[in-house]
């Protein structure tokens, strides 16, 4: 049998086979039978465009606030103002339904809905957040829901079941009512809704019904409706009164009573006089009559229509938003949907160009058939406690009451469907991790404890006991998610993401950047305190799934934001290169720490080395980390992610960050080489070399010990600043804070690192105790005064704090320890004897300098925490004696010193000091070729 893939034999080796492969992507663990049965299944089950998206969008849009207060808004804004109302709202969601029929339209769109696509367009972080105030939002919109429905039922329909008060003369007492009857309706809410969605759906049809029904008698009514079935109302002293005070139902009595009674009617019917009259605002303040006056502090007062609030745009606008936030509960059912892709934009769409026509044509028909007076009238006390709305529908009031009231416990069933869905939705993904507990389905499938959860949140919304003050508190949640929906897709053409291709052709990033600046403007119009409190809430939640939440493998916008952004600053930095000058005043360290991982590749050999790059760099600098391995890659590629992973533990167990890179070669040597070459990109490659001193170098092999010194060369050679650190099992971890002094002593130019990097290390929280002095050693023949006046001048330029002490060098004779010293160095590296006295005097004279050296550097910095010295130059002799004997200065230079670090400024190449180097104006200038001596 021929193998059509057997040039892929490898591959297939390792992977499952290509269908395999597919199948598993898309959740088909099936054979061909089972795959067909359970397609057809899915598709029996799951819901389309018009049960799945329309219906519910305008179930929810279409509810509490168009019976209860959409009149009330039209009398005290003005038909003008109500109408900008509505423009307004509904162009923010349609903004955001075009925002996410693109996001829809680009993937697949699985149970969640809104949460999915921007946590999977922004990432976890964000996505959690905004789901959080999403699934807040739509469980508070459920209390709105069920508020309303009591309020229709105790107000209109039932007045004679209030418990607590007389809500006929007292509106006071409807708070408690509501909260005592919304949490009753919300137990029998929550039965049905345990049952299943596909009774809730069957439900629906039946709500839907009512809610277009009542609309239709509201436009016959307005139109058609006899003036023998409109409602007559009474004024007082020119103001309007509750029906039936005093003689408003007498008018015999009218002349003969010492207050002015007057008659008019509520709907005197659609006149060009009567829309003029209602066009523009009339805010009136809480306790005012319709007349502006204070209604009791007028004769008949306590019979007048009063208001209850005081009312204003901004509030106004607060409270109608939440009649249009139900823009989304068809993409919550994303989940139950047979083509979300398909159906969430044209159902959303469709539904929201539905509703907005509606919503617009109902404020011009109540401006233009209600008198203002009427119209500003919340509870209908005119009028017989009837609902305002209800008396301009056609045939009879009770439709418009029932079909209000069906329509507002449709709406609360449907969110209390959508939400539990949200949050296990979140659950699922473990981004938040104490609420993976609601990721649980009972054994109907549905999301028991979720929704549990949500009964809850919706009680403690109708313990607030008021529509007016539930809406703003949804219309928050709703803004900070529809901006968040439309940040989405505006970050997604920003970062030039490959994978952003919906199918969705009528998107524009322009509307969502509009969409965006609406939204965020509406928030902060309706509320500063609100916007505020919602943006913190999304912070805070935001953060803790940053340090707590799960870790999970998606594409996010925000990363490609960043990676933008650190593009463009990478080649920003890299044109810079070329015009900064040589003295570079914000020189930053950047610094390469050479670190060795443990035999089994699961730790690293010296965990302090990490703490002191982190020191060093004071938060001012970036951290790279350079592990070499030994080996073939092409055998052993996976140890350098294992090691990575290693120094990534180690990191976070020093709570630092940095950048780990491996490298594996065959050869040491030339991998350092390679190493400190290519190590970072363009301007963030690392300007210093951070080194572990080689404690016992005596014992190790003479190719240990080359490769070692080899590596201060290369550092030396790629223009970077070496820095030494030596007795690195005492140095402090990030944990601890030490006290005392760091002494640096500074032997010669060093191009101003032996300076900058121990301030920069005092400003870390773990050397901030110690104080920093400075030991400059003065030749013969030079003044110390004058050195001292230099150096206190120069600091001062620099703004660096420390304290100064200029010493003289020894100029005794050669001591007989020196000499000994020296030979003993001569012995261990197994040369013999000197071949020239020429040679044996320039030994001495070298081992000479690191005794006196050293003898002065113990005699004032003996109890210090740290002491900085300048790093000698490795020997330009290569061989294995010429090794040892540098190791041997270096070790008698730095001998009884608990802390050493060593330095050695970048090389100057034709008297030109290197990029990477910070450069100071220093007050003297001596030998050492850039940190050498």
Not at 222 to 227: D, G, L, M, Q, W
Not at 582 to 594: G, H, M, S, T, Y
Not at 738 to 765: F, K, T
Request: glycine share 10%; net charge neutral; charged share 15%.
């Amino acid at each position: 049998q021929v193998d059509d893939f057997v040039l892929f034999k490898g591959d297939r080796r390792v992977r499952p086979p290509k269908f395999g492969t597919l199948r598993e992507q898309a959740g088909q663990h099936v054979d061909e039978v089972e795959r067909r049965a359970w397609r057809e299944q899915r598709v029996q089950e799951k819901m389309g465009t018009f049960q799945g998206v329309y219906i519910p969008c305008v179930q929810n849009i279409l509810g509490v606030i168009l019976f209860l207060r959409l009149t009330w808004i039209v009398g005290c804004a003005g038909v003008f103002s109500a109408f900008c109302i509505v423009v307004i709202c509904c162009t923010a969601t349609m903004l955001t339904a075009v925002s996410m029929s693109a996001i829809a339209t680009n993937g697949d769109v699985p149970g969640g809905g809104a949460y999915f696509m921007i946590s999977r367009a922004l990432g976890a972080e964000f996505g959690g957040a905004v789901g959080v105030l999403f699934y807040l939002g739509t469980t508070y919109a459920s209390s709105l829901y069920i508020l309303g429905a009591i309020e229709i039922f105790l107000t209109y329909l039932a007045p004679g079941a209030v418990l607590f008060g007389d809500i006929a003369h007292d509106n006071s007492v409807l708070p408690n009512n509501m909260r005592l009857y919304g949490s009753i309706l919300l137990v029998v809410l929550t039965g049905i809704v345990f049952v299943g969605v596909k009774y809730v759906n069957k439900f629906a049809l039946l709500f839907l019904a009512t809610v277009l029904v009542s609309l239709v008698c509201i436009y016959v009514g307005a139109f058609a409706s006899p003036r023998s079935a409109q409602p007559d109302v009474c004024f007082v002293n020119g103001a309007l009164a509750l029906e039936g005070w005093g003689n408003c139902s007498a008018p015999a009595l009218w002349a003969n009573s010492s207050l002015h009674y007057s008659a008019g009617r509520a709907i005197p019917g659609m006149t060009d006089s009567q829309i003029n009259a209602n066009a523009w605002p009339d805010y009136q303040e809480k306790g005012q009559n319709s007349l502006g006056q204070d209604a009791a502090a007028v004769p008949g007062g306590e019979g007048q229509v009063a208001m209850d609030i005081t009312p204003s745009f901004t509030m106004l606008l607060a409270i109608f938003f939440p009649s249009v936030t139900g823009i989304m509960a068809g993409s919550n059912r994303s989940g139950d949907l047979r083509d979300p892709s398909r159906a969430i934009p044209t159902g959303t769409i469709a539904a929201i160009a539905t509703t907005t026509a509606i919503y617009l044509t109902c404020v011009l028909l109540f401006g233009a058939a209600i008198t203002g007076e009427v119209l500003r009238d919340k509870f209908g006390k005119s009028i017989g406690g009837r609902m305002v709305v209800g008396s301009l529908a056609w045939p009879s009031f009770w439709v418009i009451a029932i079909g209000a009231l069906l329509s507002t416990v449709g709406a609360a069933l449907q969110t209390l469907t959508g939400a539990p869905r949200l949050l296990q939705a979140i659950a699922k993904d473990n981004v938040i991790p104490f609420l993976s507990v609601f990721a649980y389905n009972n054994a109907r499938g549905e999301p028991a404890r979720a929704l549990l959860l949500t009964i809850f949140v919706s009680e403690t919304g109708i313990l607030i006991g008021s529509v007016d003050y539930v809406a703003p508190v949804i219309t928050m949640f709703f803004l900070m998610c529809y901006m968040f929906v439309n940040l989405a897709c505006v970050l997604q053409i920003w970062v030039k993401s490959p994978n952003w291709r919906p199918r969705f052709r009528y998107y524009h990033w322009t509307l969502s950047l509009v969409g965006i600046v609406l939204c965020i403007t509406l928030m902060f119009i309706v509320s500063i305190y609100f916007a505020l409190g919602a943006f913190a809430l999304a912070a805070g939640v935001y953060k803790y799934i940053e340090y707590r939440g799960g870790q999970q493998e998606w594409g996010s916008g925000m990363r490609g934001l960043k990676q933008q952004a650190a593009r463009m600053a990478l080649l920003n930095l890299e044109d810079m290169r070329e015009v900064q000058s040589n003295k570079e005043a914000d020189w930053r360290p950047q610094i390469l720490a050479l670190v060795k991982a443990s035999p089994d590749l699961l730790s690293v050999s010296a965990p302090a080395l990490l703490a002191l790059v982190d020191q060093l760099k004071a938060d001012r600098g970036l951290v790279l980390t350079g592990t070499i391995l030994l080996g073939d890659f092409l055998d052993h590629s996976n140890d350098t992610l294992i090691v990575k992973d290693t120094i990534r533990r180690a990191f976070a167990a020093e709570n630092m960050r940095g950048i780990p890179q491996v490298v594996m070669s065959l050869d040491q040597k030339h991998s350092f080489a390679q190493l400190v070459q290519t190590a970072g990109l363009g301007g963030l490659q690392p300007n210093s070399v951070l080194l572990g001193y080689p404690d016992k170098w005596m014992v190790n092999s003479p190719e240990q010990l080359s490769a070692w010194i080899d590596s201060v060369r290369f550092s030396n050679a790629a223009r970077k600043t070496v820095i030494v650190a030596k007795g690195l099992d005492r140095f402090p971890r990030n944990s601890e804070v030490l006290s005392g002094h760091i002494d640096v002593w500074w032997l010669v130019q060093a191009a101003g690192a032996i300076i900058l990097l121990p301030y920069l290390l005092q400003q870390h929280r773990v050397w901030r105790r110690c104080t920093l002095r400075i030991f400059a050693v003065a030749e013969k023949g030079e003044s110390t005064a004058e050195w001292e006046a230099y150096l206190t001048k120069f600091l001062y330029d620099q703004r660096i704090n420390a304290k100064i002490k200029v010493l003289e060098i020894d100029n005794s004779a050669i001591s007989h320890y020196t000499l000994e010293r020296t030979v003993t160095m001569r012995k261990r590296s197994g040369r013999g004897e000197f071949e020239s006295i020429g040679e044996m005097e320039a030994a001495v004279q070298r081992m000479n300098t690191a005794v006196k050296t050293n003898e002065m550097i113990r005699a004032e910095s003996f109890e210090s925490q740290l002491v900085c010295l300048n790093l000698p130059p490795a020997p330009e002799d290569k061989s294995d004696h010429a090794h040892t004997a540098y190791m041997e200065f270096l070790e008698e230079y730095s001998k009884g010193l608990q802390r050493v670090i060593m330095l050695r400024g970048a090389q100057s190449v034709g008297g030109v000091v290197p990029l990477s180097e910070p450069t100071f104006q220093t007050p003297m200038k001596r030998g050492g070729g850039g940190g050498g001596g």
